[in-house]
């Protein structure tokens, strides 16, 4: 080769080299349109921020108490942009500054903000300070995943952003499967990255109890233990067990911290207490409150139990004495107390309970579920908490305060809602991520069916049928993950991952903007994340 092949043959593949690092660098500089849930609006600015060591992050003296935690969020997300930490100051910086604001005549609600990237500053304002921390979010994915030596450019945009929905839920089952602490503060990480606000915590079940109760320290003792596990599925005949003892709960202290975690990131957290059917483990633990007394083990099978409550004062009593010590670790307006499932055999074959049915006044079992609810309604409402419970608390008349999580499809919460009670829509078609995404052959065991990632991102949560203000008493929208066949963390995040991507824009976006052929090119930047973040998504959820 002569020395002139060689120079151009060398100047050739520089060129190709800087084409590809200008490439990257405009895809770097687009990355506002990979935005997940998609913003209200959002334009270009023709210019961009450099972000260095030298910008400072700046908010006013008088806002401090309000939005000083936030700096903690916006630094850690520097840190991993450019290696190093802002200097927080309440003086503008003439060079390069992003400042933290509240502004009330945004006219945008508490979860809405602006977003405002030009050369000289960044700036996120919102009328409260959730919608800053929200901001911030939406200023994380503006940032380039790979950690810069010293500098990153940002393109300049400008987002004005506010949430469709109130309810933008994430349900986790600890009771089937204990999941540590450590990974419950994971999880609300990954919701608050997505906007999400609200964690269904399913803190009991026939096969655990996991939530402390002083009053009653025996329903960890024995309630948080089975001495073995289903292996394999549960419709695989016989039934094989692993002999492995399996169990776990959360303290109160640990409760309180977890909480306070959440609160951090805006999240409330509505606790699950079962009734009165998935009491096997609360039965197990004190046998007089279930129907035919004892001793029963923690169930370790799967499926549902036939253990229910019985309808005696004492066990008021001890649920009372049990929602008290819930009410006092758990801030947030909502407690759940399930509802659903409750096999009323028991019921049915008990003499006492018969009478008691009789004595009443009532008809059916159903009624007698529908009276045993209204009784925990009354209480609750007492005690300034609201009552929810899955779509089975409709049979035999709603509690008053009722508010319904729709599961078995729409139609209960299409009826709730034509009532004038508040509805959670979380059918399993559309919100079950327990379900297969992708071929059943080709993934890890699940429960069955299947929800791939484009059928939870087409759902909508108000059905047509609902009139406008019907419409109004649709709170919002949740994902629910059991966990009978995710025994880790690991296989929780496989099943959340990257539908609860999809589930957050259902959430958040309107309708009418939602498309989805560009959230397929938004998902695939997400994904750089989760594997920056070493999250186990599923990548043949993204196959379609």
Same mark, same amino acid.
């Given at each position: 080769m002569t020395h002139l092949a060689y120079f151009i043959k060398s100047l050739f593949i520089i060129l190709i080299f800087l084409l590809l690092s200008c490439q990257r660098q405009t895809e770097s500089f687009m990355n506002h349109i990979n935005v997940i849930p998609l913003p209200v609006s959002s334009n270009e600015v023709n210019d961009h921020f450099?972000?260095?060591?030298?910008?400072?992050i700046v908010i006013s003296p008088s806002e401090t108490k309000y939005l000083g935690n936030l700096t903690k969020f916006l630094n850690d997300l520097v840190v991993n942009a450019i290696g190093a930490r802002l200097e927080v100051s309440s003086e503008k910086n003439p060079d390069t500054q992003i400042i933290l604001?509240?502004?009330?005549?945004?006219?945008?609600?508490?979860?809405?903000y602006h977003l405002l990237i030009t050369k000289k500053h960044i700036i996120i304002e919102s009328e409260a300070p959730n919608g800053v921390f929200y901001g911030i979010q939406t200023f994380r994915q503006l940032l380039p995943v790979e950690k810069s030596q010293s500098n990153v450019l940002i393109s300049g945009v400008e987002i004005y952003d506010y949430p469709r929905f109130v309810w933008r839920g994430l349900h986790l089952d600890v009771s089937r499967h204990f999941m540590p602490p450590e990974f419950i503060?994971?999880?609300?990480?990954?919701?608050?990255?997505?906007?999400?606000?609200?964690?269904?915590?399913?803190?009991?079940?026939d096969q655990g109890w996991r939530i402390e109760i002083k009053k009653y320290p025996k329903l960890t003792e024995v309630g948080a233990w089975r001495d073995k596990t289903l292996v394999g599925h549960y419709r695989d005949q016989p039934h094989q067990f692993d002999g492995t003892r399996h169990g776990g709960f959360y303290s109160h202290e640990e409760i309180r911290k977890?909480?306070?975690y959440a609160g951090e990131r805006f999240i409330t957290i509505v606790p699950e207490i079962e009734l009165p059917g998935h009491a096997q483990a609360a039965i197990a633990a004190f046998p007089e409150l279930g129907v035919t007394g004892g001793p029963i083990n923690v169930r370790r099978i799967w499926g549902i139990s036939p253990y229910i409550f019985n309808v005696e004062e004492t066990t008021f009593d001890f649920l009372k004495n049990v929602f008290q010590e819930v009410i006092s670790l758990f801030p947030?307006?909502?407690?759940? @107390? %399930? !509802?659903?499932?409750?096999? *009323?055999?028991?019921? $049915?074959?008990?003499?006492?309970?018969?009478?008691?049915? +009789?004595?009443?006044g009532l008809n059916d079992e159903h009624e007698l579920q529908s009276w045993f609810i209204q009784r925990i309604d009354s209480f609750l409402t007492s005690h300034n908490k609201?009552?929810?419970?899955?779509?089975?608390?409709?049979?035999?008349?709603?509690?008053?305060?009722?508010?319904?999580?729709?599961?078995?499809?729409?139609?209960?919460?299409?009826?709730?809602?034509?009532?004038?009670?508040?509805?959670?829509m979380t059918p399993t078609e559309y919100c079950y991520f327990d379900y297969y995404q992708a071929n059943?052959?080709?993934?890890?065991?699940? @429960? %069955? !069916?299947?929800?791939?990632? *484009?059928?939870?991102? $087409?759902?909508?949560?108000?059905?047509?049928?609902?009139? +406008?203000?019907?419409?109004?008493?649709?709170?919002?929208?949740?994902?629910?993950?059991?966990?009978e066949?995710?025994?880790?963390?690991?296989?929780?995040?496989?099943?959340?991952?990257?539908?609860?991507?999809?589930?957050?824009?259902?959430?958040?976006?309107?309708p009418g903007n939602k498309d989805w052929e560009d959230f397929k090119k938004r998902i695939k930047f997400m994904t750089s994340y989760y594997s920056e973040m070493d999250i186990n998504f599923s990548r043949s959820a993204l196959l379609e």
């Amino acid at each position: 080769m002569t020395h002139l092949a060689y120079f151009i043959k060398s100047l050739f593949i520089i060129l190709i080299f800087l084409l590809l690092s200008c490439q990257r660098q405009t895809e770097s500089f687009m990355n506002h349109i990979n935005v997940i849930p998609l913003p209200v609006s959002s334009n270009e600015v023709n210019d961009h921020f450099n972000l260095n060591n030298r910008t400072q992050i700046v908010i006013s003296p008088s806002e401090t108490k309000y939005l000083g935690n936030l700096t903690k969020f916006l630094n850690d997300l520097v840190v991993n942009a450019i290696g190093a930490r802002l200097e927080v100051s309440s003086e503008k910086n003439p060079d390069t500054q992003i400042i933290l604001r509240l502004n009330k005549q945004l006219d945008l609600g508490d979860e809405g903000y602006h977003l405002l990237i030009t050369k000289k500053h960044i700036i996120i304002e919102s009328e409260a300070p959730n919608g800053v921390f929200y901001g911030i979010q939406t200023f994380r994915q503006l940032l380039p995943v790979e950690k810069s030596q010293s500098n990153v450019l940002i393109s300049g945009v400008e987002i004005y952003d506010y949430p469709r929905f109130v309810w933008r839920g994430l349900h986790l089952d600890v009771s089937r499967h204990f999941m540590p602490p450590e990974f419950i503060k994971k999880y609300l990480d990954y919701m608050a990255m997505h906007k999400l606000n609200t964690f269904h915590w399913h803190l009991t079940d026939d096969q655990g109890w996991r939530i402390e109760i002083k009053k009653y320290p025996k329903l960890t003792e024995v309630g948080a233990w089975r001495d073995k596990t289903l292996v394999g599925h549960y419709r695989d005949q016989p039934h094989q067990f692993d002999g492995t003892r399996h169990g776990g709960f959360y303290s109160h202290e640990e409760i309180r911290k977890i909480v306070d975690y959440a609160g951090e990131r805006f999240i409330t957290i509505v606790p699950e207490i079962e009734l009165p059917g998935h009491a096997q483990a609360a039965i197990a633990a004190f046998p007089e409150l279930g129907v035919t007394g004892g001793p029963i083990n923690v169930r370790r099978i799967w499926g549902i139990s036939p253990y229910i409550f019985n309808v005696e004062e004492t066990t008021f009593d001890f649920l009372k004495n049990v929602f008290q010590e819930v009410i006092s670790l758990f801030p947030g307006d909502f407690i759940h @107390i %399930g !509802g659903d499932e409750a096999i *009323k055999e028991q019921w $049915e074959t008990s003499d006492k309970i018969q009478k008691k049915i +009789e004595k009443l006044g009532l008809n059916d079992e159903h009624e007698l579920q529908s009276w045993f609810i209204q009784r925990i309604d009354s209480f609750l409402t007492s005690h300034n908490k609201r009552l929810i419970g899955w779509d089975e608390i409709l049979e035999g008349g709603l509690a008053p305060n009722a508010t319904v999580m729709s599961w078995r499809g729409e139609k209960g919460g299409i009826e709730a809602a034509k009532s004038g009670h508040d509805v959670v829509m979380t059918p399993t078609e559309y919100c079950y991520f327990d379900y297969y995404q992708a071929n059943p052959a080709d993934e890890p065991l699940a @429960i %069955g !069916g299947f929800l791939p990632l *484009k059928k939870v991102y $087409e759902y909508d949560p108000i059905p047509k049928i609902l009139s +406008e203000s019907e419409a109004e008493h649709i709170l919002g929208v949740q994902a629910n993950v059991w966990t009978e066949y995710l025994n880790s963390p690991k296989k929780v995040e496989y099943m959340v991952f990257p539908r609860i991507a999809a589930i957050a824009e259902v959430a958040w976006t309107d309708p009418g903007n939602k498309d989805w052929e560009d959230f397929k090119k938004r998902i695939k930047f997400m994904t750089s994340y989760y594997s920056e973040m070493d999250i186990n998504f599923s990548r043949s959820a993204l196959l379609e």
